[in-house]
């Protein structure tokens, strides 16, 4: 039988960007939800968190006048596009992350338009983007990507995709959610705009180092990451790269907490401590979380001492996150790097070694989405994420609302990305830091 402790780690900490940015347009009608069911559906949702929510007062709002504010408006909605962005909002009203519900036509997804683009399978570029300096910069390119072939370098200031201006649509991001980090927000929907549509091309506005402006084109190619599925979402991709850097140092990149990763994982660090790797950097930037369990196996990989990551905290009871040792143990130095799209699982075990003396944190200031979450399928087929819990770190820290603050933050310009070498500061920063004398870090 499943340990209280293992059913508890096995809770969803997954920030999916379908939860956190809003609506994305599309070039098809929206459907119809029909008046019969909406009120079945709303009541669903409504009781579900009602019910469910791990703070009884429901963090200060009251619930019921929810209920009468949104339910003529629910019942008014003319299409099923109107319908869950109101639902989505009556789920903002509690001002917390992890919760969202998604409607059945975003779920069947193989095929979906992307703004400004016409309706085809969604490509991928290699290109990611964040803010920086409250504009939308590119901060990697995957090297031999669409985006590289297509000249895009980091530290080139995004003007505008397929000719229309991104500014409008940051502003319209940020607002769509206060509860939301904006960072993250604009990250996660720029990612699937970036991305486009499999083999049509389309232009990319931006801004060189000197300034100048270039029209760019660029071709989404056909994703190669595997699939793999989760409760009642639609196919997530899930991949993991490993390599050894210079000085031996192993790299271990991964996209996302759930189980057919965990093994290619535990085996990347028992090969790497069976090289002698004098440390280890887990790349955790743009990982959106997922099981909690992950989190404490792939820790107990890195420990000779039990300690805990945190405690989950719901109605019914208080439960720790305990660390086990597991045989083969990697001895040597531990890095974490972290950005905006680090969430949930991946703030969990950032924030946890890192309170524990077993990892260095480098990168950026995390999200803060930290809650253990629900996924359930609502009457017409959409899916409804609620939170059930609330998480502390071992001193008690709520990573929600506030992140992992790194021990080495590099802040980002056009400039310094522009200047490295490699195309990844953050990276440099890292290898810079292993290179200094090495100092025994403490083993929990």
Do not use: C
Not at 261 to 285: E, H, M, N, S
């Amino acid at each position: 039988m499943m340990k209280n402790w293992q059913a508890a780690a096995l809770a969803v900490f997954l920030g999916a960007p379908a939860f956190a940015a809003p609506p994305v347009p599309t070039l098809t009608a929206p459907k119809p939800v029909a008046p019969a069911t909406r009120p079945q559906i709303f009541d669903f949702v409504w009781r579900k968190v009602r019910d469910g929510y791990y703070d009884p007062k429901m963090n200060g709002v009251n619930w019921n006048a929810v209920r009468a504010k949104y339910l003529p408006k629910v019942n008014a909605a003319k299409d099923e596009a109107e319908f869950y962005v109101l639902l989505n909002a009556m789920l903002a009203e509690l001002k917390e992350s992890h919760f969202g519900a998604i409607p059945p036509s975003a779920l069947g997804a193989a095929k979906q338009a992307t703004p400004g683009m016409a309706t085809g399978v969604p490509g991928e570029t290699g290109i990611t983007a964040q803010l920086v300096d409250n504009q939308l910069t590119v901060v990697r390119v995957t090297p031999g990507s669409a985006g590289a072939e297509g000249g895009v370098l980091p530290g080139y200031r995004i003007t505008a995709i397929k000719e229309k201006p991104v500014a409008p649509a940051i502003e319209a991001i940020v607002k769509a959610d206060a509860n939301a980090d904006p960072r993250y927000a604009v990250w996660a929907t720029m990612q699937s705009v970036l991305g486009g549509v499999v083999g049509t091309p389309y232009p990319l506005t931006v801004l060189d180092a000197t300034g100048a402006e270039k029209t760019l084109t660029v071709t989404p190619r056909k994703s190669v990451v595997p699939k793999v599925t989760f409760a009642a979402l639609p196919p997530i991709p899930a991949d993991i790269e490993t390599r050894t850097l210079a000085g031996g140092v192993g790299y271990v990149r991964f996209s996302i907490f759930l189980m057919p990763l965990l093994q290619p994982v535990k085996d990347a660090v028992t090969d790497f401590a069976a090289k002698g790797a004098p440390a280890i950097i887990f790349d955790l930037r743009g990982n959106r979380g997922g099981l909690g369990v992950m989190a404490n196996s792939i820790a107990g990989t890195l420990t000779a001492k039990e300690f805990n990551l945190g405690t989950m905290k719901t109605r019914e009871m208080a439960q720790k996150f305990p660390v086990v040792p597991q045989s083969p143990r990697f001895a040597g130095k531990v890095v974490i790097l972290v950005d905006e799209g680090s969430v949930s699982t991946s703030e969990i075990m950032a924030g946890g070694l890192q309170e524990a003396g077993r990892a260095t944190v480098i990168g950026r200031q995390t999200a803060g989405a930290v809650l253990p979450s629900q996924i359930v399928t609502l009457p017409d087929g959409g899916r409804l994420q609620f939170v059930f819990g609330d998480f502390r770190t071992p001193k008690g820290v709520l990573l929600e609302g506030r992140g992992v603050t790194p021990d080495i933050t590099v802040p980002l310009s056009p400039a310094l990305l522009a200047a490295s070498a490699s195309g990844d500061p953050v990276l440099d920063a890292a290898l810079n830091f292993l290179n200094t004398p090495i100092v025994k870090e403490t083993q929990p």
